[in-house]
């Protein structure tokens, strides 16, 4: 027993690493990705803390050398899930009374981990599963996740302080305890911090975890596991759960215990969930939280100020638009260019863009690897061909190839619309397609409001501007349109601790990752009141005649 009320570390972001010619880490970086190139992994299930081999397997390839294969994946049934509940909540009541230092020390030591010895390792994973730069994925696998396990350590022990004042002989409490039951942590292929975040924010709040990664990043998901089980993770807490969405799905969504669901994905399979647990409704034990973050149509808005910052806008679309193909929530999908501006900025543009390498990540000469697999593959082209058959309507200013013949890869395309409703302009593609929409400059206040109408989503957006009355003016408009704003900048690169991320309307439940307020949904409180001295009379002073 510790007799203290310990303060845990003051958190710091994660300094990012450069990887740069002759640097150590550069030589760390590519010999691990030379030795785990070289293995084949078997990633089991893992329940309980033990290892699941199911038999019923599946492949897991590099985007970039789709021949290649890194891993066989083990998928689990309905059977595993019900088994993988039931471990789970086996170990619920002595995870939750775990005090807070005791859990809390748990993600601390795994972030040191992942800053040292892990570190070389996630990045590799994520570059050859995820088909990531050197640079992406240290941003991701390195810095995010370290600084998701830090800073909500912090939030935490900010969050457990929040308690009531208390009246004269009295003294009240807020007890924040677990949800009931087990919550659900559904990950995406794009972020390996996002899968961390995603199963260790509710377990650091007391909560146990049923943890389905993607299968196309099941790769470095192993890894995390690793590294959480090395940290001193109990058996049970977080149960790891690779296989077909809809098969795992349907039984964890069924189950009275179901507690809460984390979520990063798609709208329409966050929409679907969302409708399957309320016709669910009447069955569980509580109301369950319901977090997503979901997808976006992110812009980046310019406005005729911004004509001596053409560099900085230009280097904002590229950058925001095809850093990691375009496969982040947050990337520039849509861009709105005045006319007094536009014949400078194109041939900037595609200058900018004809610069861009593409290929293996292990190169670290590419800028951009491969879209992650067949199915995003076909998607892209569908849409590249959609432009080039749009006659006037649609013009391809820089890009429009595809090549699958080794890995998945798409050429940066831009394409100018002159259509704002244009599909290019409204649907996610989730891939390195830009579209660019040309407007009058008088027609400012009109596109801005075009811009804030023309998506469904609202995530992510950036305004370039030097004239603070059209900047304010476009922050006004757009205030709905995205949940995270950027002014002069791209609207990718949420750091941890500095802009809590998500979005609104069908970009989810804007319950902002790497914040308090997330690990608020993971809480059910409980106020507790004690009365020092009872009253021992039961009428009151006014009822004496």
Not at 184 to 207: E, H, R
Not at 351 to 365: H, K
Not at 444 to 462: H, N, V
Request: proline share 7%.
């Amino acid at each position: 027993m510790i007799n203290a009320i310990p303060r845990v570390p003051p958190p710091q972001n994660e300094p990012i690493l450069s990887y740069a010619p002759g640097s150590a880490e550069r030589a760390t970086l590519q010999s691990t990705l030379q030795r785990l190139a070289s293995e084949r992994l078997d990633i089991p299930l893992l329940i309980g803390g033990k290892a699941v081999r199911t038999g019923k397997t599946d492949e897991v390839r590099m985007p970039h050398k789709h021949a290649h294969v890194l891993a066989t994946l083990h998928e689990a049934d309905a059977s595993h899930v019900e088994q993988a509940i039931q471990n789970a909540l086996a170990v619920k009541d002595e995870w939750s009374r775990m005090p807070f230092q005791e859990r809390a020390a748990i993600f601390l030591r795994a972030a040191e981990l992942l800053a040292s010895r892990y570190r070389p390792i996630l990045n590799a994973a994520t570059m050859l599963g995820q088909s990531k730069t050197a640079h992406q994925a240290e941003i991701d696998a390195a810095c995010e996740a370290i600084d998701f396990l830090r800073f909500n350590v912090s939030f935490a022990e900010q969050l457990l302080a929040q308690q009531p004042v208390s009246g004269p002989q009295t003294w009240n409490l807020t007890d924040y305890r677990p949800l009931d039951g087990f919550v659900f942590a559904v990950a995406p292929f794009n972020f390996t911090a996002i899968a961390l975040n995603l199963s260790t924010a509710p377990a650091l709040m007391g909560n146990v975890v049923l943890f389905k990664p993607s299968s196309t990043s099941a790769f470095s998901s192993w890894f995390l596991m690793e590294l959480l089980r090395e940290a001193g993770l109990p058996d049970g807490v977080i149960n790891f759960l690779p296989g077909d969405g809809p098969t795992i799905g349907n039984v964890a969504l069924a189950h009275p215990q179901l507690g809460g669901v984390h979520f990063t994905g798609s709208t329409p399979t966050f929409q679907s969930m969302w409708r399957t647990i309320g016709e669910n409704i009447q069955r569980y034990k509580q109301y369950p939280r319901l977090v997503g973050e979901t997808g976006g149509k992110d812009f980046v808005f310019a406005h005729a100020s911004a004509v001596d910052d053409l560099d900085a806008l230009a280097t904002a679309i590229v950058r925001g638009g095809y850093e990691y193909q375009g496969q982040k929530c947050s990337a520039a999908s849509r861009v709105y260019i005045p006319e007094s501006i536009w014949p400078k900025l194109k041939p900037r543009l595609q200058e900018f863009i004809a610069e861009l390498r593409v290929g293996d990540v292990s190169d670290f000469r590419n800028f951009m690897g491969a879209v992650i697999d067949e199915k995003s593959f076909k998607k892209v082209s569908s849409y590249i061909e959609l432009a080039k058959q749009g006659g006037a309507e649609a013009t391809i200013v820089a890009g429009g190839e595809t090549d699958r013949s080794e890995g998945w890869f798409v050429k940066p395309t831009l394409v100018q619309l002159t259509n704002p409703r244009h599909r290019i302009m409204q649907e996610e593609i989730f891939a390195p397609l830009v579209g660019v929409h040309v407007y009058p400059d008088a027609r400012f206040e009109e596109t801005l409001r075009e811009c804030d109408q023309a998506a469904t989503y609202a995530l992510t957006g950036a305004v370039f501007a030097r004239d603070r009355k059209a900047l304010s003016t476009a922050s006004r408009e757009l205030r709905h349109a995205a949940g995270n704003f950027y002014i002069n900048d791209k609207p990718t690169g949420a750091v941890v601790g500095q802009q809590p991320f998500g979005g609104s309307r069908a970009s989810g439940t804007n319950d902002k990752a790497g914040s308090m307020l997330n690990l608020v949904r993971w809480t059910s409180p409980r106020t507790i009141k004690e009365t020092f001295v009872p009253p021992t009379r039961v009428p009151y002073p006014f009822m004496q005649g």
